[in-house]
DNA sequence: CTCCAACCTGGAGCGCGCTCCAGGTCAAGC
DNA sequence: GCTTGACCTGGAGCGCGCTCCAGGTTGGAG
């Protein structure tokens, strides 16, 4: 139920070897279990704070951010106040991000709709074109 | 009505002096006007082309793929095939990249409905809480 | 016991997208 | 004509987040 060779949590977290290895080094992962060999033994702990990881690296958290959460989290009880803000002051980021790229998919798709009104090669009219052909369309 | 410095371009645009600069020496912005002495000055069209490198950036596309774009544009009428299928692909994957975005956004709102859910410094309760104490949460 | 694939470490290198710098030129206001 | 701030160029440097490498060790299968 527990422990998970590297390549096996590498599998399950999505992350590279090198990519855990990194977290380990920089902070992130800390402690993670050894054989008495000095082989890494991940626990469905760390597969935790790696899925963890993957959520707020995939919204865009700095990794000195996530370094940072990781660290109150490993003082205790008494950061829970500072844990929670960090990740409401991040979603509150996060909800801009996708407010915006809302706003730039809009865009887009106008323009990908200017390219399926055009019926076939026919020199591009209407519009107050400028020389060069291609934007004027997504004002 | 046409014709800015590049000061002026940049407040527009919102992008730095240096990043104009960047863009034209890559070969994004290409044909960019100068005075006798060599200054830039930018016109509506090339802003209309900031506006739209600025909608492919924010949507995470790469510069790479933008210059293709901008190449194909400046080659003619016979490429809008091409620039409307490259559009549609990115739009395609902006749209991964949205779904993607708010299903990690609701992972990150339910951790911290979590923290809400602690009445106070009251060591966490019930769960099969790890030893390390924060993940574990968001399963 | 042997083999070999998986693992280890420290540190260098990389791809991206800018950003900064030095040393020089331009041009608008006085 | 002089000053001064905006602008020019080529090229180096940077911050991020990995990724790769060399050279060595471990440990399970046969």
Do not use: N
Request: proline letters at 6%; a negative charge; one cysteine or more.
């Amino acid at each position: 139920m527990s422990g998970y060779a590297p390549s096996e949590a590498a599998r399950r977290s999505g992350f590279s070897l090198d990519t855990l290895r990194y977290y380990e080094k920089i902070g992130l992962l800390a402690d993670v279990e050894r054989t008495a060999g000095g082989q890494r033994v991940f626990t469905d702990d760390d597969l935790g704070w790696l899925e963890l990881f993957r959520c707020l690296r995939d919204t865009g958290m700095p990794i000195a951010q996530m370094r940072r959460y990781a660290q109150l989290a490993r003082e205790g009880e008494h950061t829970v106040d500072e844990r929670r803000e960090l990740l409401e002051q991040h979603a509150a980021r996060v909800e801009e991000q996708m407010l915006l790229l809302s706003r730039q998919y809009e865009h887009l798709r106008e323009k990908i709709r200017f390219y399926e009104r055009l019926p076939g090669p026919v020199p591009e009219t209407g519009q107050p074109t400028a020389t060069r052909p291609d934007p004027a369309v997504s004002r």
